[in-house]
């Protein structure tokens, strides 16, 4: 049994983005990573990583890939 949380969201990393966005933590990200002088703060590679079919909470929350 699956649970279907959230419909537009890939997995988990989108869901994560989503609430950085709401909550502002990725102009902080953006900031510090300025700050110590990186190119950016790594979000994207992150989200990818969390968007990962196999991953457990993905399967649990968002289905697998022969769902989509």
């Known amino acids: 049994m699956q ?3 959230i ?3 890939k ?3 989108d869901t994560v983005e ?3 966005k709401l909550t502002g ?3 902080v990200a953006d900031a510090i990573a ?3 002088g990186a190119e950016d703060c790594g979000c994207a590679g992150r989200k990818e990583e969390l968007n990962n079919p196999d991953l ?3 399967k649990a929350l968002y ?3 022969q769902d989509k």
């Open 34 to 36: 300025k700050g110590v």
């Open 63 to 65: 289905g697998s890939k």
């Open 18 to 20: 989503s609430l950085a």
């Open 25 to 27: 933590m990725n102009h």
């Open 3 to 5: 649970i279907r949380l």
């Open 7 to 9: 419909k537009k969201h």
């Open 56 to 58: 457990w909470i993905n």
């Open 11 to 13: 997995g988990f990393g």
